[in-house]
């Protein structure tokens, strides 16, 4: 079991940077994937970053690739997601999110059973 709490969530201009923070907590491991995921209300959950705990590999959709940045803490066992440049666009609920660290599948593919309750970003024109 992994446990996740996000934070960091807020309302902000565009054009603003503002990061997430997730602690991590529970049993996980070097090939535990971990991603933030966005959904806005009549929409699918949309992974937007992702990375595994134990390595260097990193996972970015197009909608936010070259403005966020995900990353993580191993001493602090936190995870972070460090958003500039935000857009209203970027208005979502963003959720924290691992898998069962098996390391077997790609991050965009592995299937995220853990996640954290959501913190509500909101982006004003």
């Known amino acids: 079991q992994v446990q996740l709490e996000e934070s960091g969530g807020g309302l902000v201009q565009a054009g603003t940077s503002l990061t997430l923070s997730c602690k991590v907590s529970?049993?996980?491991?070097?090939?535990?994937?971990m991603a933030w995921f966005r959904q806005v209300p009549g929409k699918e959950r949309e992974l937007i970053a992702g990375?595994?705990?134990?390595?260097?590999?990193?996972y970015y959709a197009d909608s936010v690739k070259g403005r966020f940045t995900i990353s993580r803490d191993n001493a602090k066992n936190t995870l972070a997601l460090q958003m500039n440049t935000l857009r209203p666009e970027d208005t979502a609920v963003y959720y924290c999110?691992?898998?069962?660290?098996?390391?077997?599948?790609?991050?965009?593919?592995?299937?995220?059973?853990?996640w954290g309750q959501g913190t509500q970003v909101t982006v004003s024109p």
């Open positions: 990375l595994y705990w134990g390595d260097d590999i990193t």
């Open positions: 529970g049993r996980f491991y070097s090939t535990t994937g």
């Open positions: 999110a691992a898998d069962k660290g098996f390391g077997v599948r790609r991050l965009e593919e592995t299937t995220y059973d853990y």
